[in-house]
């Protein structure tokens, strides 16, 4: 009987040390959750569930456009420069759908207004917190881009919902 009770009790050791180790890896797996609203010009993050950052961003201009859908990180770039737009910086670039990335910019004046030529602009500062946090969970992020951009009229912007 005594070896019944040990097998046992061993049998229950290692369910309860599997089920450790499975729940354990699940909890170290952030989800990360970007939503860019391009009609609040708005960048949020959520990480598990749970709402971290808010940012105010720039997206595509009048004539250019910032496409809507979901999206996984394509690739990551500490320092890039645009070769299509006269070698401009885009310091922090998190690509997500070909060209268009999530990154950078010095021109912090234009944030919360559409300005760009498609890619979604960050102050540096909260690109760099973006894109730390992006490179340690990369198969973990998803990226939804919503709304509709603003139109122009009258030199004022309007918005459109």
């Known amino acids: 009987m005594h070896a019944k009770v040990q097998n046992m009790s061993r049998f229950v050791i290692a369910i309860a040390t599997v089920a450790a180790l499975c729940f354990g ?7 990360i959750v970007v939503t860019v609203d391009k009609s609040a010009q708005r960048l949020s993050v ?4 749970s709402p971290r950052y808010q940012w105010p961003v720039s997206t595509a201009r009048w004539g250019y456009s ?8 394509e690739r990551l770039a500490r320092k890039w420069f645009s070769r299509k737009y006269d070698w401009s910086p885009m310091p922090y670039s998190i690509f997500f759908n070909g060209g268009y990335a999530i990154h ?17 602009r960050l ?8 894109f730390a946090l992006v490179k340690d969970h990369m198969h973990e992020t998803s ?7 603003p ?10 919902y």
Not at 151 to 160: A, E, F
């Open 66 to 73: 910032t496409p809507n859908g979901s999206y996984r990180p």
């Open 151 to 160: 139109t122009p009229s009258g030199g004022r912007w309007q918005w459109q």
């Open 25 to 31: 890896h699940a909890s170290a797996e952030a989800s």
């Open 123 to 130: 102050h540096p500062q909260n690109a760099a917190t973006l």
């Open 143 to 149: 990226i939804h881009v919503t709304g509709q951009a």
């Open 104 to 120: 950078g910019s010095y021109e912090i004046s234009h944030l919360g207004r559409p300005a760009s030529h498609g890619c979604i």
């Open 46 to 49: 959520a990480i598990d569930g």
